[in-house]
């Protein structure tokens, strides 16, 4: 089985970091920065159209 990762981009501090979609919470729930903990839906962290895609695959 090949594993999927997206690409995460924190809207605030602009932290970058990857995820596997099945790590993350639907893409309507929230999500916080690991560093400056900032909270917004998952959505709004997305790098791409094709990341959230990808999680919206795995809801």
């Known amino acids: 089985m090949v594993e999927a990762f997206v690409r995460l981009l924190c809207p605030e501090c602009n ?3 990857e995820s596997s979609p099945s790590d993350l919470p ?3 729930q929230n999500l916080s920065c690991p ?13 791409t159209d094709r990341d959230l895609e990808v999680v919206q695959q795995f809801e």
């Open 15 to 17: 932290k970058e970091w």
């Open 26 to 28: 639907d893409s309507d």
């Open 35 to 47: 560093d400056c903990h900032a909270t917004r839906r998952l959505a709004q962290f997305m790098r």
